[in-house]
């Protein structure tokens, strides 16, 4: 049985979490950018990118981490950029970063191309991440924890509210169920003298529902399901479109992940195969649904 979602677990979440260091700068750039954007009357996504890790001690030498490289984040910064959106990028530190795949591939030994072609590839990533960032439409938050992770998402959330149905929020991190709340975890680093770990693990209240209800209302809000049954994949997706009250869940396989993911949304399911690859034909997909959301008073 799924447990139950109270607003006061999210509220106990927030009050005991570690303060984010650099907010009052974190907050000011935020507010440049989301400011100008709208100015400018662009669309603008929030990407939430990669892992989340949950510290087992206040001094953390070890945590819990959710996996994911962040390559879905990355690519989808880039096609979101390309489509005319600005991003905000908030990803899990060291995980892809947009661009950079390109780069990362002229390493490869069984690359082809001449040291010179790999050069002109290298430069031109660089300019188009460059571009993107001083034209300001590229604004990169990164986090840590889960507790980072979930205060620069309510921070975002908030301030973006007054982009009213021009935002859309993009949540493909994979985010902790589980973690140590702050005032139960120990100071220092945990002695195996003391013999096996016994270690209770809260729940993470889902924090999708407290953005669609309080954060960002009027918000396009597309979540991701991701499961390695595939049998009960559409299951769970049809689940959380309804539960979380999205505009599209993004169901993939862990396996299966770059190749295929399937959208549902209210009006049914949406397959969508890798082309270059399947970010590009998904975030068509979803701008077209952006536009109509937009357009449907
Ligand atoms: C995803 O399902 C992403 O597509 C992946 C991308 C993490 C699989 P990579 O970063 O992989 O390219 O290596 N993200 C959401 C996962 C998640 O935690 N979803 C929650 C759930 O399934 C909903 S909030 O319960």
């Known amino acids: 049985m799924e447990a139950d979602f109270q607003f006061g677990d999210v509220e106990e979440l927030f009050r005991s979490a570690p303060t984010l260091k650099d907010e009052f700068v974190i907050r000011e750039n935020l507010e440049k950018f989301i400011h100008r954007n709208c100015e400018l009357g662009r669309r603008l996504v929030c990407i939430t990118s990669g892992g989340t890790s949950a510290p087992l001690e206040r001094n953390c030498v070890r945590f819990l981490h959710n996996f994911s490289s962040g390559n879905r984040g990355a690519v989808s910064t880039e096609y ?60 990169e938050v990164s986090y840590e924890t889960i507790f980072q992770y979930l205060q620069l998402l309510r921070l975002i959330a908030r301030n973006m509210n007054c982009l009213e149905k021009n935002a859309m929020f993009y949540l493909a991190a994979a985010v902790a169920d589980f973690y140590v709340p ?62 979380y009250n999205v505009h599209a869940v993004v169901a993939n396989e862990l396996t299966t992940r770059n190749e295929k993911v399937i959208v549902v949304t209210n009006e049914g399911e949406k397959t969508i195969e890798k082309d270059l690859d399947v970010e590009m034909p998904l975030v068509q997909f979803l701008k077209e649904r952006h536009r109509e959301f937009i357009e449907c008073k």
């Open 80 to 139: 979101f950029l390309q489509a005319g959106y600005a991003v905000i990028f908030l990803y899990k530190r060291n995980s892809s970063q947009p661009y950079c795949r390109r780069i990362v591939e002229c390493f490869k030994p069984d690359h082809s191309s001449s040291v010179q072609d790999r050069i002109e590839l290298m430069e031109c990533a660089v300019q188009s991440y460059h571009e993107s960032v001083v034209q300001g439409k590229l604004l």
């Open 182 to 243: 702050w005032e139960a975890m120990d100071e220092h680093k945990i002695q195996s003298r003391e013999g096996p770990l016994t270690i209770q693990l809260a729940l993470v209240p889902k924090m999708i529902k407290v953005l669609r209800k309080q954060w960002a209302p009027s918000a396009f809000c597309v979540s991701f399901k991701l499961e390695t049954d595939s049998t009960i994949l559409m299951k769970k997706a049809k689940e959380a479109l309804h539960k």
